[in-house]
């Protein structure tokens, strides 16, 4: 396979700068993609193969003939199998992506502020007492509606009002639901004891299997997790693959707050938006 670079830069025509325009967009989505996903080396040995192999063609061009024929098929096997590589080993991110382009969300209302605030109280209540007790516990916050249905089935889904009390029944290690995670929407248990995929990164070997998954969902979806030691009774929080540990009630209600969307700087935010809007339908009209 020969690539007329040379002959590319001198002619250049409406198709050149499309092409080029369709390089650099699906150059920066994968470029993007390795960034969320915190692991740029990967990238870089994407692109090195890339590199590498477009230097190859241009020589072999240069040269003429049948120069580097092993070289030039050598490499364009290599990027093809580092990209099949890639594929594989990112193949949970790829499919999570294709679900939340074809799912269709029809999500209620998460709930007024004050129902929030009372479920971000039975919410505290109840860690703190799980904490007190060492019983584990994970919780998701799910405000966007991230978690796909093919987590929820492997709970089982209630669509029960929270409190505290259900939280520590469900937790309960007598309980058969016990083991998985509870699903937060609002003010609404939309399900127990799911199962989440575990994250791959190395952890603090204090953190068991729970705080890996906790991570796990984190590094996949835009949710709050929420994490009670069984052996400790530590309180944990994850966003974004980060894990905060030692949470205080204080430092948990801000959290929850914060994913709710009802701490005082969100609310803020909302307030100034509304009024924007306000203005803006006055000006028009």
Same mark, same amino acid.
């Given at each position: 396979m020969n690539y007329d670079?040379?002959?590319?830069?001198?002619?250049?025509?409406?198709?050149?700068?499309?092409?080029?325009?369709?390089?650099?967009?699906v150059t920066t989505a994968v470029l993007v993609f390795f960034i969320y996903k915190r692991n740029l080396k990967v990238f870089l040995l994407l692109a090195l193969g890339f590199v590498l192999d477009v230097l190859v063609q241009v020589l072999a061009g240069m040269l003429g003939g049948t120069t580097l024929t092993a070289a030039k098929?050598?490499?364009?096997?290599?990027v093809l199998f580092e990209i099949i590589a890639a594929c594989v080993v990112y193949q949970n991110d790829f499919k999570?992506?294709?679900?939340?382009?074809?799912?269709?969300?029809?999500?209620?209302?998460?709930?007024?502020?004050?129902?929030?605030?009372?479920?971000?109280?039975?919410?505290?209540t109840a860690c703190q007492d799980m %904490?007190?007790?060492?019983? !584990? +516990?994970? @919780?998701?916050?799910?405000?966007?509606?991230?978690?796909?249905?093919?987590v929820l089935d492997t709970g089982t889904k209630l669509g029960a009002v929270l409190s505290a009390a259900l939280l520590e029944s469900i937790f309960?290690?007598? %309980?058969?639901?016990?083991? !998985? +995670?509870? @699903?937060?929407?609002?003010n609404k248990i939309i399900a127990?004891?799911?199962?989440l995929s575990l994250t791959q990164r190395n952890v603090n070997k204090e953190m068991g299997t729970r705080h890996r998954a906790a991570i796990g969902v984190t590094e996949e979806t835009d949710v709050l997790s929420i994490v009670v030691s069984e052996e400790t009774g530590i309180i944990s929080v994850v966003k974004h693959g980060e894990i905060k540990r030692y949470m205080t009630m204080d430092k948990?209600?801000?959290?929850?707050?914060?994913?709710?969307?009802?701490s005082p700087t969100a609310i803020a935010q909302r307030d100034s938006q509304r009024s924007k809007k306000k203005r803006r339908g006055g000006r028009f009209n």
């Open positions: 670079f040379f002959g590319f830069f001198t002619n250049l025509d409406l198709y050149a700068i499309i092409d080029a325009v369709i390089f650099l967009v098929y050598i490499m364009h096997y290599v999570n992506i294709f679900q939340k382009v074809s799912a269709t969300r029809n999500l209620e209302a998460l709930g007024s502020d004050d129902e929030l605030r009372d479920a971000t109280s039975e919410i505290l %904490a007190k007790q060492n019983v !584990g +516990a994970i @919780i998701i916050i799910d405000t966007e509606g991230d978690i796909h249905n093919n309960n290690t007598k %309980a058969p639901l016990h083991d !998985g +995670a509870v @699903i937060v929407r609002g127990a004891g799911c199962f948990l209600k801000d959290e929850i707050e914060d994913a709710y969307g009802i």
